[in-house]
């Protein structure tokens, strides 16, 4: 999609963070763009950062994981803009800690957001996406951690994978349809999603205070990166169709590790069966 002015862009989670940056980065590119998100006060700072400005945005409370609210925030898109080309299902948490730790309740709202708010975000959008026939393009935020295991990140890794693999099936699924999509797969960039249990539901346990840097540790000796950054980088893979979006390649080593593992798990199992015959 290399002429975005004047497309529509609904992106969840994107009040903060890596959402908000694509939302600057969009609408400086002349896209309309929706920016939706579960936090009152960050909608309200995201509307004011944009007031004075000429770019066309609405903000819209949605809670990814709550299907009536996908579908409210869609017909607000839809009277504000008619339609919609790109999807950016973003809005994402973190829960630390080792496996053995988890409760029950951290998996279901790790879960919710992070993988059931990419198939919701989809549901509700791919008719539109196909309907009007001018191609589209789908953005689903994973991470690197979506790509190797990392300790203290268990239900994390857990999540990020599933988008990863669900947005390669999705690439090939709707090609046909002139729809493009990436996976957005970061290191670390500088965004609230450590303190994301803020806005943990009682449902699931509800707030709670966590120390992220004494939970977990990839080995890595990490670049920080700023949002806005990302949000340039993305707009650019929709303009140039580009599906991974692996922004640090510090991560590169671990990710070829994994790669190898698998190569040669192949060849043994080869082998195991030439030997006995099976």
């Not at 959402?19 to 609408?27: I, R």
């Not at 990419?118 to 789908?138: C, K, M, P, Q």
């Given at each position: 999609m290399k002429d975005v002015a004047g497309k529509v862009a609904f992106i969840t989670g994107g009040a903060s963070g890596l959402g908000l940056a694509m939302a600057q980065s969009f609408s400086a590119a002349g896209m309309k763009v929706v920016i939706a998100d579960i936090e009152d006060a960050a909608l309200e700072?995201?509307?004011a950062s944009f007031a004075e400005?000429?770019?066309?945005?609405?903000?819209?409370?949605?809670?990814?994981?709550?299907?009536?609210?996908m579908e409210e925030a869609r017909a607000q898109t839809l009277d504000a803009f008619?339609?919609?080309?790109?999807?950016?299902?973003?809005?994402?948490?973190?829960?630390?800690?080792?496996?053995?730790?988890?409760?029950?309740?951290?998996?279901?709202?790790?879960?919710?957001?992070?993988?059931?708010?990419?198939?919701?975000?989809?549901v509700t959008f791919l008719d539109d996406l196909r309907s009007h026939g001018e191609g589209g393009h789908i953005v689903n935020t994973a991470s690197i951690a979506g790509h190797y295991g990392i300790p203290g990140l268990g239900v994390y890794c857990t999540s990020k994978f599933a988008v990863v693999g669900m947005s390669e099936s999705?690439?090939?699924?709707?090609?046909?349809?002139n729809i493009g999509v990436s996976v957005l797969c970061p290191g670390v960039v500088e965004t609230g999603i450590g303190n994301s249990?803020?806005?943990?539901?009682?449902?699931?346990?509800?707030?709670?205070?966590?120390?992220?840097?004494?939970?977990t540790d990839t080995g890595v000796?990490?670049?920080?990166?700023?949002?806005?950054?990302?949000?340039?980088i993305v707009l650019h893979?929709?303009?140039?169709?580009?599906?991974?979006?692996?922004t640090h390649?510090?991560?590169?080593?671990?990710v070829q590790q994994r790669i190898e593992e698998i190569h040669h798990a192949f060849a043994y199992w080869a082998n195991y069966r030439e030997a006995n015959n099976v």
């Amino acid at each position: 999609m290399k002429d975005v002015a004047g497309k529509v862009a609904f992106i969840t989670g994107g009040a903060s963070g890596l959402g908000l940056a694509m939302a600057q980065s969009f609408s400086a590119a002349g896209m309309k763009v929706v920016i939706a998100d579960i936090e009152d006060a960050a909608l309200e700072a995201a509307a004011a950062s944009f007031a004075e400005s000429n770019a066309e945005v609405i903000t819209v409370k949605a809670d990814v994981t709550d299907r009536d609210s996908m579908e409210e925030a869609r017909a607000q898109t839809l009277d504000a803009f008619g339609k919609v080309h790109v999807l950016c299902n973003n809005a994402g948490v973190v829960v630390y800690g080792s496996v053995a730790e988890m409760t029950a309740k951290d998996w279901d709202w790790v879960m919710k957001v992070n993988l059931d708010g990419v198939i919701n975000g989809a549901v509700t959008f791919l008719d539109d996406l196909r309907s009007h026939g001018e191609g589209g393009h789908i953005v689903n935020t994973a991470s690197i951690a979506g790509h190797y295991g990392i300790p203290g990140l268990g239900v994390y890794c857990t999540s990020k994978f599933a988008v990863v693999g669900m947005s390669e099936s999705m690439r090939l699924d709707l090609s046909a349809d002139n729809i493009g999509v990436s996976v957005l797969c970061p290191g670390v960039v500088e965004t609230g999603i450590g303190n994301s249990e803020r806005n943990r539901p009682s449902e699931f346990g509800g707030p709670a205070e966590r120390d992220p840097d004494s939970q977990t540790d990839t080995g890595v000796e990490m670049e920080v990166m700023q949002p806005s950054v990302i949000g340039d980088i993305v707009l650019h893979a929709i303009q140039n169709d580009q599906f991974y979006i692996l922004t640090h390649r510090e991560f590169e080593p671990a990710v070829q590790q994994r790669i190898e593992e698998i190569h040669h798990a192949f060849a043994y199992w080869a082998n195991y069966r030439e030997a006995n015959n099976v």
